[in-house]
């Protein structure tokens, strides 16, 4: 059914998204030390912006995908 495929597509997504955000940036930078949060699919920080968006850009490239940065 249909429902059934948006179902399914919305728990993609949400695997994706952990995968990404959770297990491939939010973990190994604050491994490093960096004082950073979730929200969603962002990550909030505090201090050293600049350091993180060039490490979250190097990790997200390294997936293929493509995405925007704010």
Do not use: A
Request: overall charge positive.
């Amino acid at each position: 059914t249909m429902n059934g495929d948006q179902t399914q597509l919305s728990i993609l997504l949400q695997k994706i998204e952990v995968e990404l955000f959770i297990e491939r940036i939010y973990k190994p930078l604050r491994k490093q030390g960096y004082y950073i949060f979730t929200k969603h699919d962002s990550i909030l920080c505090f201090g050293e912006k600049d350091v993180i968006k060039e490490k979250m850009e190097t990790i997200l490239q390294s997936t293929g995908l493509k995405f925007t940065l704010k």
